[in-house]
């Protein structure tokens, strides 16, 4: 009995091409497509299987449908006088009506049931043309991207400029406020000095008198910086508050 064509139609049909350089993976496709009315099952094999990753490496295609083969050739040092030897093969077999274990299937398949098809790998350098063209293609990248930024930018930097001004207001207030603060502090230590002198002087009713007055302005004003405090902690959480929300 004669041996079986292929069933499975195989895009490429002859070769597999791996274009370089073949210093990171190269990735070709190879597509099975089943025309028939049966289901196929399918087993790709190579001869040099350290270097190729192949998915899916096995499967079952239905009537009319088609499966996608990744093939991966991994990094090596590509000379371009040798030649490449390296060969897939598609092996396939009809699937029974029930397939359970595909191992079995193929262990126990007969010669005359199997059908194959063979492919050459074949490698190949990018062309003047291509790194031309791969070399513009990334200078003009970065061009794309910087006008995308500018685009982004302008939106980003209108309300920008609405909290800067926000926040330059907020700035001034609190400087007025130290600067109020700051001469309450001047005030009330010059107070307390004078408290100091009179308290070095000799005592006499009328001293004792002014020294209470004084004390009292002393205290009424110690206890006003604080308030101030207070207050302008406030107005500035509910300014810093509302810039932020």
């Given at each position: ?33 089943n025309p028939s009315d049966k289901k196929v099952c399918f ?12 998915r899916p490496n096995s499967g079952v295609i239905d009537p ?182």
């Amino acid at each position: 009995m004669s041996k079986l064509d292929q069933i499975l139609v195989l895009d490429p049909p002859c070769d597999l091409k791996f274009k370089g350089p073949f210093t990171d993976v190269v990735t070709t496709s190879l597509k099975l497509r089943n025309p028939s009315d049966k289901k196929v099952c399918f087993k790709v094999k190579t001869t040099a299987p350290r270097r190729y990753c192949v998915r899916p490496n096995s499967g079952v295609i239905d009537p009319g449908a088609t499966v996608v083969i990744s093939v991966m050739l991994q990094p090596f040092d590509y000379d371009p006088n040798e030649k490449s030897k390296h060969k897939f093969m598609v092996q396939t077999i009809f699937a029974p009506s029930h397939v359970s274990d595909m191992d079995a299937l193929w262990k126990d398949a007969k010669p005359d049931d199997l059908m194959d098809s063979k492919l050459r790998c074949v490698f190949e350098l990018p062309s003047e043309n291509d790194k031309a063209n791969d070399i513009e293609a990334t200078k003009a990248a970065p061009v794309m991207t910087f006008a995308k930024g500018d685009s982004a930018a302008a939106a980003v930097c209108v309300p920008a400029s609405v909290d800067d001004t926000e926040m330059k207001k907020v700035l001034e207030k609190c400087k007025r406020l130290q600067a109020e603060m700051n001469k309450l502090a001047e005030e009330n230590r010059q107070i307390k000095e004078d408290g100091i002198r009179m308290r070095k002087m000799p005592r006499s009713d009328h001293m004792t008198s002014n020294s209470t007055t004084l004390l009292g302005r002393e205290a009424s004003t110690a206890s006003l910086p604080s308030l101030l405090v207070v207050i302008a902690a406030i107005f500035i959480g509910f300014f810093l508050g509302k810039f932020i929300l």
